[in-house]
């Protein structure tokens, strides 16, 4: 067990780091302020969070490594590598020969000398110096085996401990499959009103350990929707056991056997969310969640990159 008896995920990969199943995530839409950041990362590690997750695209990477170093600094921490930090390679750089300078790059502005986990943000490339979103014609066919060699090439260097993707369907991890190194991570769209069943048992019969980010719906202007803490049938479990809406959709997923990143920066529900390993969901209420009507959160422009 970790720091506050957050429980850990052991990964495929030799050298890395055992994984804590809850994690705070920095994406947010509209972007966040790197004062935010900080402060939230400093919080979360004075309450005993070991996991961070960030990407290019969030725009957060800088903010994050400054609060590592803050927290080195500020004793929180005796070492980086009582941390386990989270990155991800943005579409314009899903090219073989751009995702070891894209890295670099990642890690020159987090100073950091490696990741514990870099992932494939999306299942598609689009053209380099693109700005988001992406023109129809600037989207372009992936080519899966280039970026997964040179995902390989960046774990081999020691830049990464272990690799993965996010946001890949079946049919798109089926393409990593038949490659040489199918062992990886999976980070997706998963809570109550999207349970990913299709998905999960792929995973596991394949060996790919799963994350899942908006865990608690995460409504904001690109995505997400209200459905998780507004569901009437977590409402009344919720009710019944004196916990909140969100502790019993994070409880579900931890019964799962996935990784949880959430993204809040509210220090009063960052603890509450630490309170969720010393419980469990009954039977009953596990089905009644299984029941609820799935319905995934709205990305239009992601509908683009991935189909």
Known sequence: MAVQGIPEVTLNSSN???MPVLGLGTGSSPFLAPESVMKAVLEAIELGYRMFDTATFYQTEEALGEAISQALSLGLIKSRDEVF??????????????????LRNTLQIMKLEYLDQYLIHFPASVKPGVLFPPKLEDVVPMDTKSVWTAMEECQTLGLTKSIGVSNFTCKKLADLVSLPYPSVSVIVEMNPTWQQGKLREFCQANGMKIAAYSPLGAAGAFWGTKGVLES???MEIAKSKGKSVAQVALRWAY??????????????RLKQYLQIFDWELSDEESKKIAEIPQSRANLCWLEVLVR
């Not at 930090?85 to 894209?102: F, M, Q």
């Not at 019964?255 to 009063?268: A, L």
């Open 16 to 18: 890395a780091k055992n």
């Open 85 to 102: 930090i989270t990155s991800k390679l943005w579409c314009t750089d899903n090219h073989g020969d751009r995702v070891l300078p894209a």
């Open 232 to 234: 009437v049938i977590l």
């Open 255 to 268: 019964e799962q056997g996935i990784v949880i990143v959430f993204r809040s920066f509210n220090k009063e």
